[in-house]
């Protein structure tokens, strides 16, 4: 006790050690990220369910994202997921991770403008998740209008990143698809869409 109290070796070490596991932190880096929560949006909608599993990699750490529906022609059918608000890291914070961690956030309110794929793509730029999207990994359950054919689209935005991820949906040939970058992919490690 005495030890502890007054922070001498090795109670400190053993302490910060413990912070470190509870932060997420090992020597050399972070602990990948294996939690998910589930979130939902378009609860009062009627159509089809679908299942979204989204799995960030380690660059992005404040996502903001949408993910809508579009037609095989490219024509805009409905958003299933367009937060309300976006989180960023306190500015001058050096180690984000920490930082995110500690709670050292804002929050704002969500601007189309973020993400200009989808800006460009939408019809009704009006939200339907009322917080920001999660900086953990997520399942979403939403629902759609859409036919057996339609595109999927996401894009994902992380400081001054923005990737665009698509996937053609075909019900006659299945019932899980894989959306996929149309560029480098380094703010997801994998994005899969499955029809309940």
């Not at 309300?84 to 984000?96: L, N, P, Q, R």
């Not at 995110?100 to 804002?106: A, K, N, P, Y």
């Not at 698509?166 to 029809?195: E, H």
């Amino acid at each position: 006790l005495i030890g502890a109290g007054f922070n001498l070796p090795p109670f400190t070490q053993i302490q910060h050690a413990g912070e470190d596991l509870t932060r997420g932190e090992k020597p050399g880096g972070f602990f990948d990220k294996t939690s998910f929560i589930d979130i939902a949006t378009n609860k009062d909608k009627t159509g089809s369910t679908l299942s979204f599993i989204v799995e960030k990699s380690n660059d992005a750490l404040t996502p903001v994202m949408a993910i809508w529906i579009e037609d095989t022609a490219g024509n805009f059918v409905e958003n299933l997921f367009v937060p309300a608000k976006t989180i960023e890291v306190t500015s001058g914070e050096e180690d984000k991770r920490h930082a995110l961690f500690e709670g050292e956030t804002e929050t704002k309110n969500f601007t189309p403008a973020l993400l200009p794929h989808w800006q460009k793509s939408t019809k009704d730029t009006a939200t339907n998740y009322n917080d920001a999207t999660p900086t953990d990994n997520f399942f979403l359950t939403t629902k759609t209008k859409a036919g057996s054919k339609f595109q999927v689209m996401l894009e994902v935005k992380n400081e001054d990143k923005n990737e665009l991820y698509s996937g053609t949906v075909d019900l006659s040939k299945g019932d899980v698809f894989t959306l996929k970058s149309s560029g480098s992919s380094l703010l997801l490690v994998r994005a899969i869409m499955q029809l309940k």
